[in-house]
């Protein structure tokens, strides 16, 4: 059994399917222009075939006696590279709780230290800068859950800002 290589983008998905198919064929198959499926298959090219013309493709190339499915392959491509991202993130953000949770610890443990009859310069010092630690740890929180929050709902959610 041959192993069928996976396209990276659209633009080689129809680059692949034009080769099996000619730019004339797929321009027949969807009813569109020469220049418009030509530039689906340019990969400075931002437009790419709708869903129903991409499996057009696919159910033409695989009759032709192509492998696979082109555009198929890279929409599942790009959703496997969407989930692991998305499984990395909230990876690192129990990394990023579990940080925050430790520093905040020490913060309160330096910020009683202070509260003490015998607490020295040196005590106060230690406090401010595990409170700083805490601040940065829960900043890195606050950067993830903006970051998880853009793969989940897509790139053109606005900036999640929190309440000051």
């Known amino acids: 059994m041959t192993t069928v290589r996976s396209p990276r983008t659209f633009a080689n998905a129809m680059t692949r399917v034009a080769a099996s198919l000619s730019f004339e064929t797929c321009r027949k198959i969807v009813h569109r222009s020469n220049r418009t499926v030509r530039y689906w298959s340019e990969e400075r090219s931002k437009k790419r075939p709708t869903i129903e013309q991409a499996l057009q493709f696919d ?3 695989r009759l ?3 492998e696979g499915a082109p555009f198929l392959d890279t929409y599942m491509h790009k959703l496997d590279v ?3 991202a998305a499984i990395a993130c909230r990876d690192a953000l129990a990394g990023d709780f579990a940080t925050f949770a ?3 610890g020490e913060a309160i443990a330096a910020g009683f230290a202070v509260t003490l009859s ?3 310069e040196r005590d106060i010092i230690r406090a401010v800068v595990e409170v700083e ?3 940065s740890a829960l900043a890195a929180i606050r950067r993830r859950l903006a970051s998880i929050a853009r ?3 897509g790139s053109n959610t606005a900036p999640v ?4």
């Not at 800002?161 to 000051?164: C, E, F, N, V």
């Open 133 to 135: 630690e805490a601040e």
């Open 118 to 120: 015998n607490a020295s």
């Open 102 to 104: 430790r520093e905040s």
């Open 59 to 61: 159910i033409a190339y």
């Open 161 to 164: 800002r929190g309440t000051q």
């Open 82 to 84: 969407a989930v692991e």
């Open 151 to 153: 793969l989940v709902a």
């Open 64 to 66: 032709s006696g192509g």
